[in-house]
């Protein structure tokens, strides 16, 4: 089989939080592109699957658990072999990993997967430049991600001041990748499909995959899903209230605002707060709470009080304008 026969398989990682769907969607808008993506979600409901959007060719979801330690590999196998089938004529196939996710485990599925048309096109790791930049030399050298990355984009530039020092230092932890840096994910498509062309041509490099000190941290998620609209007092408290141990927040809630409803999206990273209007979609309603050693007890109790339908009072709406307003 040639490798025009095949579909290059981009694997999108990164932390919690640090712009992967951000990344898909910016992708996804490459005017005459064929993309399909594979999402990946931590919670029982695929946040990310109904975040992604624009010009969607082909999409799969896989939830209810971390990609990477899923006994059953079979719904990665049957995605990818689905999304490179020839019929749909696709350029490249987007992996959106879970934030949980190992890379190295990650790209071991992709390479070995069982989809007759699937190659590997790379691994594209997403950091967080602000975030980058206050970490010491030492945690970053010692963090194994970066060396098997074909691809780092430095997110969220606008949130540093010093985006060149980062893009200095990403340079040094990946030798291997082309960095660049974006704002929301925005970078020039063609770097990607540069990287996906040349990860198919390159000498396969196990290096990163048989890392002896990879140990992965298992996430935990809790999910609530909303069958009604909520009260923006609730909805508010939530995020503006942190639980320790949760990383990461995200949902897609109705709030309930005097007669009507008007459907957000709400993230919660690392104590920044973003609201947003949902776009168009039909996504499904629920909140996921993220994290490591955190009292699930606790976060499902905080998602109770947020699931009930009940009014906005005129001050709750207030301050969802207001994360509205500091969220532009
Ligand atoms: N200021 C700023 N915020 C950003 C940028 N990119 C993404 N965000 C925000 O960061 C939050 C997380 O973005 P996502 O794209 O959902 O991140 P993710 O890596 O897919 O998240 P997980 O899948 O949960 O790991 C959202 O509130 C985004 O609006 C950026 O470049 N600058």
Same mark, same amino acid.
């Given at each position: ?40 979600? $931590?919670?029982? !409901? ?65 390479? $070995? ?58 340079? @040094? !932890? ?27 041509? @390159?000498?396969?490099? $196990? ?32 995020? @503006?209230?942190? !639980? ?20 957000? !999206? ?36 905080? $998602? ?25």
């Amino acid at each position: 089989m040639t490798a025009r026969s095949t579909v290059p398989v981009v694997a999108i990682t990164g932390p919690l939080g640090v712009g992967k769907t951000s990344l898909v969607n910016a992708l996804l808008r490459t005017p005459g592109a064929r993309i399909g993506v594979v999402v990946n979600d $931590f919670g029982a !409901v695929n946040i990310d699957a109904g975040l992604v959007v624009g010009q969607i060719d082909e999409a799969a979801s896989i939830s209810g658990g971390c990609i990477c330690c899923l006994d059953d590999t079979r719904g990665l196998d049957d995605a990818l072999e689905r999304l490179t089938d020839a019929r749909l004529a696709l350029d490249v196939v987007l992996v959106e990993a879970s934030g949980a996710a190992d890379p190295a485990v990650l790209s071991r599925l992709i390479r $070995f997967s069982s989809a007759p048309r699937a190659r590997w096109g790379g691994l594209v790791e997403v950091v967080d430049a602000a975030w980058f930049g206050r970490t010491t030399e030492a945690q970053r050298l010692g963090d194994a991600r970066y060396r098997t990355a074909s691809l780092v984009v430095a997110n969220k530039t606008d949130r540093t001041p010093d985006a060149d020092r980062v893009l200095r230092a990403l340079g @040094d !932890v990946a030798p291997r990748a082309v960095v660049v840096q974006a704002v929301r994910g925005a970078i020039d498509p063609t770097v990607l499909f540069d990287v996906a062309e040349r990860a198919a041509s @390159d000498e396969l490099d $196990f290096s990163g995959l048989t890392e002896p000190e990879h140990v992965h941290h298992h996430a935990e998620a809790v999910t609530r899903e909303l069958h009604a609209p909520v009260s923006a007092d609730t909805l508010v408290d939530l995020l @503006d209230i942190p !639980v320790p141990g949760v990383a990461r927040i995200k949902g897609i809630v109705d709030v309930r605002i005097g007669n009507a409803s008007r459907p957000y !999206v709400v993230h919660v990273v690392t104590g920044t707060v973003h609201v947003e209007p949902l776009g168009t979609g039909t996504a499904a309603r629920a909140l996921v709470a993220i994290g490591y050693g955190f009292d699930a007890e606790v976060v499902r109790a905080r $998602f109770e009080s947020v699931a009930v339908d009940g009014p906005s009072s005129p001050a709750g709406v207030r301050r969802l304008r207001r994360l509205l307003r500091l969220s532009r």
